[in-house]
């Protein structure tokens, strides 16, 4: 049997010739490593050692995720606030909520949405499309956004 290392190879050796080559065990210990193989042994582990795990690139989008998430709160208590307003039948006051919305999150799928929502309610329904369309530009990935824009295109027409 034999062992392959990158710099040398290892074949049982007689129990003396063992001893003899490997000055860290006694006569009868098990070594089986030659001098040059744990030379070449400690090569690999100082040179592994040596290298330096390099750290991840950083995330390009971390900084738009932090601005996304400091956006988050504000557009969402408006877009409650406009909803509100729009319950109450106060439909300007919900569309001045909401373009306060878009101009923190211009690509708000929502925010646009709602304010397509809330010019069918006021019977604007050329405004209402082109919102509509803007929202499915932006939300084109959420269902759920997308459903609801196909429901309010269709009163629309």
């Not at 208590?77 to 878009?102: F, P, T």
């Not at 799928?109 to 397509?116: D, Q, R, T, V």
């Amino acid at each position: 049997m034999s062992i392959a290392f990158p710099l040398a190879r290892i074949s049982p050796q007689p129990s003396s010739q063992r001893a003899s080559r490997c000055p860290q065990h006694k006569a009868g210990d098990e070594c089986g490593l030659s001098s040059i193989s744990r030379l070449a042994t400690l090569a690999v582990i100082m040179m592994s050692a040596s290298c330096s795990i390099p750290e991840p690139p950083p995330n390009p989008y971390q900084n738009d995720l932090e601005v996304i998430q400091q956006q988050a709160r504000p557009v969402a208590e408006l877009h409650q606030q406009a909803l509100a307003a729009i319950d109450d039948g106060q439909y300007q006051q919900a569309i001045d909520y909401l373009q306060r919305a878009i101009k923190i999150q211009p690509r708000n799928a929502w925010s646009w949405h709602y304010l397509a929502q809330t010019y069918w309610y006021e019977g604007q329904l050329e405004r209402c499309l082109a919102m509509i369309e803007r929202s499915g530009s932006y939300g084109s990935y959420d269902d759920v956004l997308s459903g609801a824009n196909d429901r309010l295109r269709a009163q629309c027409q």
